[in-house]
């Protein structure tokens, strides 16, 4: 009897031992794990919702946010690429579960293990970004602390770059929608990969740990999962309906649809509580403290191939930073409605410029004219000088409006330049001779004093200049160092066909190129054209020679006397402005 009870008791303590040992190798349960939860409008950062919120917790894989968002620090500032070949570290390739199969010493673009660390999460592809930024885990956990207090996450210390357990790495829910805030607003053109289903990773193609919660939850656009015996299941998620945006995490899920049914609760109550029209203010940009906000000195191993679109090399980590500049702060709201009204101004200007320039004069006689005379803004008529027929005058007026638009200052007839002298030949107005005025001041012209010259019209000048039947411009005088304006007055016409147009001469001098802007129904149309693309590209077309030539279907409005380089440059320029261009050689 005693031995079959003695046979018995060994019995039950086996059976006690082997389901010791059986709990023992399972996953622990999350239900123990302390919870957390926050809610913000992620448009102003306003607290909707908080428990246990400023609690320091696991985060888990919610650490790879941080990584990520220093990838794309390193990105913006052009010490990576996403093309950059990062060489695999024995630590980042020892990594447990999720993984990505990397090996140690094999070399993959920097962007196969964003999409990894981001989608999959694997904990080597986050460990093997971290390696190639500072060199080792605790450098990369240091610059990842730092950066953290930057944002304003007070209560989180990382020790590593995927989450993984470690003593002190500790954060809070609220500390990490402060770091999804950040991620959204700091980097818009990566944060599409949070919201990726599956994605090519180079080795493999990875499904995104999210994506139940993205499918479900309308809106749902990321952003990150994590999971850890010590953390239990935590999510932090964003979504946005009708231009409200919220964001919220959770910490100590149960299980994976536990944790999404309360993050679909708590993103329900912030939409119901965060106001339609809030006024959007986006987070200030981190200031760093210390060298670890830039990447440190590195080095390129030479032995590896370029690759096509990026810097293609592995980058040497050299713990010898030199200097920490302060990134520059981003222009705030206020700013760049403040700018875009200026443009708008600058616009306005312009249009109104080209407006009173190109618009001809009202005819003698009528209303209009008799309106702008009481103004000031027309003159009488006067009686053309004795011997001067009425037809073989220039309309020097609207040709003066013109040029002065264009930043050309015409001198009268009675008020000679100093240094010039014009002997007018018989049925010729006087020739005026104006320095172009130098781009830094218009409207103001230089003439050089110290090399006075004097020309004759009856010799230099032709009295008749048949524009029409004239292929090339006519040479243009210089004056000194200056560029002179030639406004000559055009002989009575041999034909009743409208002459061709010269409104600006420039100097050739191996300036055989050209531009056109268009064919327009009357010269009227492109000279307006072209006094409009000068105006705007004043810079590119400051020597170019504005030419109105009649053609069988119109008037084409080119600029004439640019080089090749100039005719191309300012077609460029043109086309973007989605402004037709053609270049027109020699």
């Known amino acids: 009897m005693a031995n079959l009870l003695g046979h018995y008791v060994r019995y039950v303590l086996l059976v006690i031992s082997f389901g010791l040992i059986s709990a023992c190798s399972q996953p622990q349960s999350a239900g123990a794990v302390p919870y957390a939860a926050y809610v913000m ?89 971290g390696d190639a930024i500072s060199g080792s885990p605790a450098k990369f956990g240091e610059r990842m602390t730092k950066t953290a ?35 959204f607003y700091d980097f818009p053109q990566y944060y599409n990969i949070f919201s990726r289903r599956s994605t090519d990773a180079g080795l493999a193609t990875v499904n995104n740990t999210n994506r139940r919660f993205l499918d479900a ?10 999971y850890t015996d010590a953390a239990g299941f935590n999510l932090t998620a964003s979504a946005e309906r009708d231009g409200v945006r919220i964001i919220a995490t959770v910490f100590g899920g149960k299980s994976t649809a536990d944790r999404n049914a309360k993050m679909a609760k708590l993103l329900d109550l912030g939409f119901a509580k965060a106001p339609a029209n809030a006024q ?15 990447m440190l000195v590195s080095q390129v191993d030479e032995s590896l191939p370029e690759v096509e679109g990026g810097a293609g090399k592995t980058l040497r980590v050299a713990m010898n930073p030199t200097s920490s500049p302060r990134p520059l702060a981003r222009p705030s709201l206020e700013d760049a409605n403040a700018a875009a009204t200026v443009v708008a101004g600058l616009d306005a200007g312009i249009d109104a410029a080209l407006n009173e320039a190109t618009t001809p004069p009202p005819e003698p006689g009528t209303l209009e004219f008799q309106a702008a005379a009481l103004t000031g803004q027309a003159e009488t008529p006067t009686e053309p000088a004795e011997g001067t027929p009425d037809d073989a005058l220039v309309d020097t007026a609207g040709i003066a409006a013109a040029l002065a638009e264009a930043g050309v200052e015409i001198a009268l007839a009675d008020e000679e330049p100093k240094g010039l002298t014009v002997t007018a030949a018989a049925n010729v107005q006087p020739v005026k001779l104006v320095a172009a005025p130098r781009p830094q001041k218009r409207n103001k012209p230089i003439y050089d004093n110290t090399a006075a010259e004097t020309l004759s019209a009856a010799a230099d000048v032709t009295p008749v200049v048949d524009m029409a039947a004239t292929s090339e411009p006519p040479a243009e005088p210089v004056v000194g160092d200056e560029t002179v304006e030639l406004v000559m007055a055009q ?96």
């Open 217 to 226: 939850y309308k809106g749902a656009d990321g952003i990150k999962t994590g």
């Open 41 to 129: 409008d992620a448009r102003t950062g306003e607290t909707l919702f908080a428990e246990n919120a400023d609690t320091r917790l696991h985060p888990a894989s919610l650490t790879k946010m941080m990584t990520l968002y220093i990838t794309f620090q390193e990105i913006e500032k052009g010490n990576l690429s996403l093309d950059t070949m990062i060489t695999i570290s024995a630590n980042a390739a020892a990594q447990p579960p999720s993984r990505l199969g990397l090996k140690t010493g094999q070399k993959i673009a920097l962007r196969y293990l964003i999409r990894a660390a981001a989608v999959k999460s694997a904990n080597d592809a986050a460990a093997a970004i």
């Open 491 to 586: 002989a009575e016409p041999q034909t009743t066909a409208e002459p061709q147009v010269v409104t600006r001469v420039s100097t050739s001098g191996g300036r055989q190129f050209g531009i056109n802007v268009g064919s327009f129904p009357t010269s009227y149309d492109a000279e307006r054209m072209l006094l409009q693309v000068q105006l705007r590209e004043s810079a590119t077309l400051a020597l170019g020679l504005r030419k109105v030539v009649q053609r069988k279907g119109g008037w084409e409005a080119n600029f004439m006397g640019l080089t090749e380089d100039e005719a191309a440059l300012a077609c460029r320029k043109l086309i973007a402005r989605n402004i037709e261009c053609g270049t027109i050689g020699s």
């Open 280 to 294: 959007t203010n986006a987070p200030a940009a981190p200031v760093m403290e210390g060298a670890d906000d830039e």
């Open 149 to 183: 207090k930057a944002l304003g996450m007070k209560n989180t210390t990382f020790k590593n770059a995927n989450g993984l357990t470690a003593k002190g790495h500790l954060s809070t829910a609220h500390d990490m929608s402060i770091l999804g805030r950040h991620l």
